[in-house]
């Protein structure tokens, strides 16, 4: 059983184009996140969403809009696509308090806008 | 702005041997650092997890000490496999309500 899954894993699109993508747990998690990764391999925080509501928004352009379902789905919708959000994604999630936070990651996905 | 390095960026080591990946990280005030391994293609393992009281944490042939005044930590590997070739990022979580802070990583190649 996978415990952070995320959809798809390869994503190639052109510029300008709108985009989701999708990532559930089945851990029982509170809390989920988005990471991006990008070409010199830097991981950085852009979301976090503790019980469906935002609790960290790391200054990302209005582009990208997190959507919680419930609290065990977290997708990321990326409106007009740019070249530089060409990335691997990765969704995580963690036991609710952000004391702790020991992550458990997605396989991630990778993003080309071409 | 707490900031972390690894140092080396890469390191490549023939099977067997013992070996030591860094971490600096700029700011002491931390609740907790972790290591985590990354293979080509997949997402991040979370390897071990020292809290800021804590000065190691064992797991096999993995051993990852802190020195949080220091603002430093190491991931000891023992006897290298070539199944340890992955990517290990170290992360540090900054006390108050701020997220996980991460290294660039150190790329391991072990050679069988």
């Known amino acids: 059983d996978t415990a952070v899954s995320q959809t798809p894993k390869y994503l190639v699109t052109q510029m300008g184009n709108d985009k989701s993508i999708k990532c559930e747990q089945n851990l029982g998690h509170d809390t989920m996140y988005w990471y991006k990764q990008d070409s010199k391999k830097f991981l950085k925080i852009m979301f976090s969403?503790?019980?469906?509501?935002?609790?960290i928004n790391e200054t990302v352009p209005n582009r990208f809009s997190p959507k919680s379902p419930d609290k065990a789905h977290l997708n990321l919708h990326i409106n007009s696509l740019e070249l530089g959000d060409s990335a691997v994604y990765f969704c995580a999630s963690s036991v609710a308090g952000l004391r702790v936070e020991k992550l458990f990651f997605g396989s991630g996905t990778q993003l080309s806008v071409l | 702005k707490q900031e972390v390095t690894q140092i080396p960026a890469a390191l490549s080591v023939p099977e067997g041997e013992n070996l030591v990946l860094n971490c600096s990280f700029t700011d002491s005030a931390i609740y907790n650092l972790q290591w985590f391994r990354q293979d080509p293609g997949k997402g991040l393992t979370s390897l071990l997890l020292i809290q800021s009281s804590q000065r190691e944490q064992t797991s096999g042939r993995l051993n990852a000490s802190l020195d949080k005044s220091s603002g430093r930590s190491t991931l000891y590997i023992a006897a290298s496999q070539p199944g340890d070739s992955a990517t290990y990022l170290c992360?540090?979580?900054?006390?108050?309500?701020?997220?996980?802070?991460f290294g660039k990583g150190t790329r391991l190649s072990v050679i069988a």
């Open positions: 992360a540090v979580k900054p006390s108050g309500n701020t997220p996980l802070v």
């Open positions: 969403y503790n019980n469906k509501e935002l609790i």
